[in-house]
């Protein structure tokens, strides 16, 4: 089956290039290509990644237009990363492209940019139990996903989250040392649709989980679908026909009647 | 200093009578008594109560016109309240009354009747400790209250709770037992504020508690902010010159110039 | 194609049966039959009809499990659907049914009973000419539409219409008169997506314009793609296995440790 | 009465300076200076103005302290403020400082900046009618506001407005020209509240209403009321004491119970 949503997956791939680290270990050729991998395997899914150390971090004008929606792991590089880059990225999502932001990546420049505010949190590196509640049984996103998912070992992040009130929040984290965290949250923002997700701290296989990599790949479509239906209508680049966000003159005078 | 905000607190009063009870031992006179006793303490708020057993359950037109902000307790004697009080109570609150909703209130028929769901939920008497962490630490109904409030037993209420996303979460809970709660929530619903505030199993001390306290009557200002400043300025009902909520038709034809 | 989303078309069917009137003309078998006919000739789709007079409304049991979504126009004859009959939609709804609602369908019980408003607005019938502004032009309801659409002459629905703060604003009207409206808006109660949409007087020919009839189709994929995608998934009822909306006592205990 | 809410009105001051224009004829001193003027005459403000071309554009660090809302008019010199400035107010706004945007002022870096998107629309100068609808007669925002606003002649701005979904429109604009607008909307970010109002081109004598003038002192105390409240509580400062947006380990483990 030809691939109808193109997923890009970001990565700093910093931590797992680091001999004999945890996350070397686990995801041995980086968490953006375990990630691209599964969604290859995923019919009607085409996947590439990009990394802090390509070129223009991967994310070129060209890589971008051909993205349905792009996911974004950062955690140790958020300030490496180019403001020329985040402003690109954003003006896409503006523009239609989808965003899946993970777990660290709350700190990021261009969830920060997108959002407006600053997006801290609390956090815990105590190897505790996780559970995420699903609140919303219905949204596309937790296609699949019963009424909870429990993590049996995790970083905690916690309340309060900086972040505006979401259009929607999907999970709800319990973490054993006490602390609560709007785990999977939705946002809009121009005519892109944004998913928080917070699950993948780099030290545990998280991403290796079906359940995880089911709410990842129902997130994919959710988040690229207006990308994804305008480059099927449009068979090219689903924002170039775009006018974009600009001021402009409008001449509309629907009644054409001298002033009284 | 002369009451400004006048508040009604509702309880079906069926627990706190029966001898020998829990409940009975830490609200000797109802939880109602308790709360308005608390109330008319604080500078600027007149408080009275009403209970199911009332004639008209305590709610006659004449102390909901008088009423800026009620409180409603119920639990086993949801299905006693009389349909045509909860129409009463529900047209107050669309015309501009607050109305707070306590614990298990979530199932009450002017909850259910305001919000449109079942609000249904999870719950567990366990014993358990609940920590309320808040994550809206500008919101008036936070004033005083630092990053969490933590009961030390109580029973557990868990999502997911059959709510429409509201307005604006105001507190998650943390149960010991591993559940979380949407445990402080805000709506609206024609021109009235709904606060909904988890906190208060009759057979735990919980409206005695300070910091509960607190909430609640920050809660009182904020739900009954509209109706209070109304009656000030008219000297009366403060739904009385209203409008209400009717079709009407509109004569406006602001341009005045022939159909062309 | 075999269809695979069911559309139910419910119309209180008065107005048109009355000889000689503009709606018997522009409607000679009902706007439920205009409706269905439409709905049936785009591929996926199996629609049906039932109006007021059929038994149970033609509302059955077994009508409402075979339903992805519901359309509803009423005008004149609210008062003589059943409460029952609302009952037992509003469920359908709260356990993941779509629901559209038109024009003078703002009053239906239907539509009250979910927002929990009064729903009320201004209205005239003054022969104007509407612009319905698209401001959602990434949302699903809105693909193929342009920035605007324009009813050259239409009754007048005026704010401030008496509804909860939507999820989110899809066409905002400009009437000639001087008149604004939020003519396209979404909510969700309990697992089920409601779109109001206000074009549709009975005496105005505006359900056969293509572009509206490509916003119904667009919000009947949108409203009804829950329940088809669980239809398609169980390959029976879409809710039949649905807890539903339940209190429900939960046993978690995740860490089975003694209290300390 | 001592003034108890500190209001500062930004302006770049541009077009009022420019001899024989309409602007300076109907804001001899600037747009700040009106609006300064209007909320020092009102029981409990304080005003001070800052404009552009004063070191800092007049918001140095002990301003900001000292401001609990900000207005901002800005319109031909968004791109003379500079970003550090425009950080340093966006970190006060996430703080807890009010902020009011006015017209122009859509397109202001600082708008941008807190809200994520382009804020574009449609515009047009024809010296039109516009009537704003009051969608939300119950918000603090309306207080003594009727249900419509008629300005005779003014600048037409229009859908869409690039903004993400609003918590609360409180007005709608009609224009003559065919035209609708949000033209007031509430967002939060951070523990700040932002107005955006868009009535004000500076060749209309709008500041100089009392309608508009009451809509903008109910702004100010909505939007300033979290900071001031906190400046009476602690007696200097309101921000001072706040921790600020920081990610914080959290040192909870409330059982302290041995792993099982």
């Known amino acids: 089956m030809a691939g109808n949503l193109n997923v890009t997956v970001w990565n700093e791939f910093i931590h797992e290039r680091k001999p004999g680290g945890k996350p070397m270990e686990i995801y041995p050729h980086g968490i953006h290509a375990a990630l691209a991998a599964h969604f290859s395997s995923q019919p009607g899914i085409k996947a ?20 349905d929606v792009l996911f974004w792991w950062g955690h140790v590089g958020h300030d490496r990363v180019d403001d020329a880059i985040v402003r690109r990225v954003r003006r896409e999502v503006l523009a239609g492209m989808g965003l899946v932001v993970l777990h660290s990546g709350h700190a990021a420049k261009i969830f920060k940019a997108l959002l407006g505010t600053e997006c801290t949190l609390k956090w815990r590196e105590a190897d505790e139990k996780e559970i995420l509640w699903n609140i919303a049984p219905h949204h596309p996103i937790t296609r699949g996903i019963g009424e909870r998912i429990v993590i049996d070992r995790h970083e905690m992040y916690g309340e309060r989250h900086d972040i505006p009130e979401p259009d929607q929040v999907i999970f709800i984290s319990w973490f054993e ?9 939705t946002f809009e923002r ?33 988040a690229g679908e207006f990308s994804a239906r305008t480059r099927a209508e449009t068979g090219g680049n689903p924002r170039s026909g775009e006018a974009g966000s600009v001021n402009e003159k409008d001449p509309v005078q629907p009644l054409g009647r001298p002033r009284g």
């Open 48 to 67: 590439r990644t990009a990394t802090l150390d390509e070129p223009e971090h991967g994310l070129t004008a060209e890589v971008l237009a051909d993205t």
């Open 177 to 185: 040392g006490g602390n609560v965290f709007r785990s999977g949250c």
């Open 190 to 222: 121009g005519l892109g649709r944004i998913f928080y997700f917070s699950p993948g701290h780099e030290t545990y296989p998280i991403y290796h989980r079906p359940d995880i990599l089911k709410v990842l790949t129902n997130a994919a479509h959710w």
